[in-house]
């Protein structure tokens, strides 16, 4: 490192000391906004095709910034995740998730979504005592392990031999593994066989231009095959269509999620089925 500072100090790059000052800058924004409350989750429905009745909950961060306006995570997790911020968000996040999904089992009974689902980024999962965050975080909540699912992504899993075992671990427990973006990262089919997964999110790419047939539909259709065969739950995300939807469930999906059914909020209505095409 003190090499790599005498390169950068010989070749002087204003451009780095900026960006180091406006790492400095969002990071103390950010924990900031963690300490008074101006981040929240809202939650989007994962719905069972072809009614659309919501059986499950995906949480997603947002940032109620004071200038910006509500700012979304991909603005800001990308950073979090390099300064190490995100562990704490991360453990934050899966706290209020957890709470929020027992109180709903608590208050609408069978109404209440099945399962609520958590992002994890690589940095997390690698995270020594990331799993005892996960379980302390449901005993300490009441919610049981099989409602919660963590999303984790190709990259994430590729990190190494440790995030491998948290994620073992943690389905040894019971919770549910979902592969996120699933087909965009590398060799994606490969790692069905080593990670214990039991939801594959079929990323929106191989959703967009499903209603043309022809080879914009092929992946979405060989990836369903896949996940039955291998005994998954298959999710295809970024559905904003009827068309979409119809298409997907002759396919043979049976869960989606989208703008179709319903933008993430802050406080979804479970009861309200939204008909599709299909
Ligand atoms: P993701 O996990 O793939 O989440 C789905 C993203 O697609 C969300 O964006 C969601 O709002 C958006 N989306 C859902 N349906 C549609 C649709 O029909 N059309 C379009 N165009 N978009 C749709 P969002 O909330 O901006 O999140 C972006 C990414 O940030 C997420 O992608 C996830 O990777 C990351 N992220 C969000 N919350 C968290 C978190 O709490 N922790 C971590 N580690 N990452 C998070
Ligand atoms: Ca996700
Ligand atoms: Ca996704
Ligand atoms: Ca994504």
Known sequence: AAKERRGRALRYRPELDERAAEDARLGAQLRAALDTGRLHPVYQPIVELPEGRTVAVETLMRWDHPDLGVVGP?????????????????????????VQAARWRATLGEDAPRRISVN??????????????????????GLPAPCLAIEVTETAVFTGGRALDALHELHRHGVRIALDDFGTGHSSLGLLQTVPVDILKVDKSFVDNIALAGRESVIASALIEVSRGMGLDAVAEGVETAEQADVLYRMGYRYAQGYFFGRPTADPVFTVAVPTAA
Request: aromatic letters at 8%.
């Open 74 to 98: 991909a603005t800001f997790i990308p950073f979090a995740e390099r300064s190490g911020l995100i562990v704490e968000l991360g453990a934050w996040i899966l706290r209020a998730a957890c």
């Open 120 to 141: 994890v980024s690589p940095r997390q999962l690698t995270e020594p005592g990331f799993t005892e965050t996960v379980l302390a975080t449901l005993a300490e909540t």
